[in-house]
């Protein structure tokens, strides 16, 4: 190599350090800058909580409890012969309606229908010896005695034909109520005594509501309070009224027995199928409500945040009745308050929030 070539090398050498210390000391865009640059970004977005609110509106604010209960018929009896026989009629359809009076069944009475057509028969011969004794004893002619003997012995037939139709009252089965017949254990030809039960009468309407009220609600449930009740498979609920409750507290489940009316005039419902109860304890109108979720006990206190300018702004506030899912707010918060019902445990005096969603 000449003399030429080598200081060539050295200047191209020379050049090529100089290009790269002025490359390296330019600005540029760097990975590790831009990477820390969205870091601090995200650190400044993070510092705003993301938050859903309602605003608040004066509603009708229920304190209500459901209590399961049962449907029980007005009246029930399991229908039987007050005497024994055979059967020889049967007068119901299963699962008809009858009516108080109506002739359901009857056991043999031919016995009982010659006993009273034979007493029946004497009762116009001892009716005429009391007038002639009665005819007598004004002419002095008999005794008063005799007439008294007469007396008594049309007086002991009387007696004796009102025994009989009696006894033939007892071979008949009447309805005792209005109600529904059901399904019948007998046949005509068998025979009945008073331990066997031809079948069961219910009168369903009206139909009776009955639910145990915890002891804690005893006193608010009155004679005539009005209560709801609602039945799997109807969409509509029920209207009854309070006509009698339990006159003690159950020891051993502290709960006092209470009893309804509902009139199932058009007998919608059945004696004997599970009811949820509605007790309404009581309704509030223009009531100010925030969901449970939105207060913050702190300190004995009940506090709320409202949401304030983009920021988060607390207040102390004071409640009414309580709901599964509902505060009564009493004091402490205005008609149009925006109040903000999630991420609440997070809030803080001043924290920037921004509004989701808000109601």
């Not at 102390?316 to 509902?326: A, L, Y």
């Amino acid at each position: 190599m000449n003399k030429k070539a080598k200081w060539g090398l050295v200047a191209l050498i020379l050049v090529s350090l100089a290009a790269w210390g002025i490359y390296s000391s330019l600005p540029k865009e760097n990975k590790e800058l831009s990477a820390a640059d969205k870091i601090s970004k995200g650190k400044t977005n993070k510092n705003i909580l993301n938050v859903n609110a309602i605003v608040v509106k004066p509603q009708t604010l229920s304190d209500e409890i459901f209590i399961n209960g049962s449907l029980l018929p007005d009246e029930e009896v399991d229908l039987s012969f007050e005497t024994s026989g055979k059967i020889v009629e049967i007068n119901f359809k299963e699962g008809s309606f009858v009516k108080k009076g109506d002739l359901l069944a009857k056991v043999n009475d031919r016995h009982l229908q010659a006993q009273l057509q034979k007493l029946t028969s004497q009762v116009k011969l001892a009716e005429d010896r009391v007038y002639r004794q009665s005819t007598l004893l004004k002419r002095d002619a008999v005794s008063q005695e005799a007439y008294e003997q007469v007396k008594t012995d049309l007086a002991t037939l009387k007696a004796d034909i009102e025994l009989v139709e009696a006894n033939i009252a007892l071979t008949e089965l009447r309805a005792p109520f209005d109600g529904v017949i059901g399904l019948r254990g007998v046949s005509a030809g068998s025979y009945a005594s008073p331990s066997t039960v031809v079948a069961k009468l219910t009168k369903i309407s009206p139909i009776k509501v009955e639910f145990a009220v915890p002891e804690h609600y005893a006193d608010d449930v009155k004679v005539g309070y009005n209560v709801e009740f609602s039945l799997p498979g109807k969409l509509q609920p029920f209207k009854a009224k309070v006509y009698a409750k339990e006159s003690k507290i159950d020891p051993v489940t502290h709960t006092l027995t209470v009893r309804a009316l509902y009139d199932n005039i058009k007998g919608e419902t059945l004696a004997g199928r599970y009811a949820s109860v509605n007790l309404e304890k009581q309704r509030i109108e223009n009531a100010l409500v925030v969901p449970s979720e939105a207060i913050v006990p702190e300190m004995g206190v009940d506090k709320l945040y409202l949401y304030k300018s983009g920021k988060a702004q607390p207040v102390t506030v004071n409640v009414g009745i309580r709901t599964d899912k509902s505060v009564q707010i009493t004091n402490g918060l205005v008609q149009g308050d925006t109040v903000i019902v999630s991420g609440t445990l997070q809030l803080r005096m001043g924290l920037p929030v921004t509004l989701d969603n808000i109601d």
